[in-house]
Nanobody, 123 residues
Framework: QVQLVESGGGSVQTGGSLTLTCEAS????????WGWFRQAPGQEREGVAA???????TYADSVQGRFNISKDSAKNTVYLQMNSLKPEDTAMYYC?????????????????WGQGTQVTVSS
């Protein structure tokens, strides 16, 4: 079993930055695909960014150029650096891990999830 714990959320103004951290414990696997998702009230959970075994990253169009996902495999930790934040980025952000065989942005591709960390961007 794998446990994921997110941290780093908070409240910022438009244009601000935050870095989210996801720490994994338990039976971690270097072959995991890691993803960040977000869910705003009344909306579906959407994929934000993902990083694969080789360190290649991919992003949703809405965050491309503003967000950066990275990982430190030695620390079993994944990061999401978020810059130029907008009010529409406001959501609960979740870390996920698993063996993704299909589309990275589909939540059912992931096996493990954290509890989430809230990000609020005010105008």
């Amino acid at each position: 079993q794998v446990q994921l714990v997110e941290s780093g959320g908070g409240s910022v103004q438009t244009g601000g930055s935050l870095t989210l951290t996801c720490e994994a414990s338990g039976y971690t696997n270097a072959d995991y695909y890691w993803g960040w998702f977000r869910q705003a009230p009344g909306q579906e959970r959407e994929g934000v960014a993902a990083i694969d075994v080789d360190g290649s990253s991919t992003y949703a169009d809405s965050v491309q150029g503003r967000f950066n996902i990275s990982k430190d495999s030695a620390k079993n930790t994944v990061y999401l650096q978020m810059n130029s934040l907008k009010p529409e980025d406001t959501a609960m952000y979740y870390c996920a891990a698993g063996w993704v065989s299909g589309t990275w942005s589909r939540s059912n591709e992931y096996n493990y999830w954290g509890q989430g960390t809230q990000v609020t961007v005010s105008s």
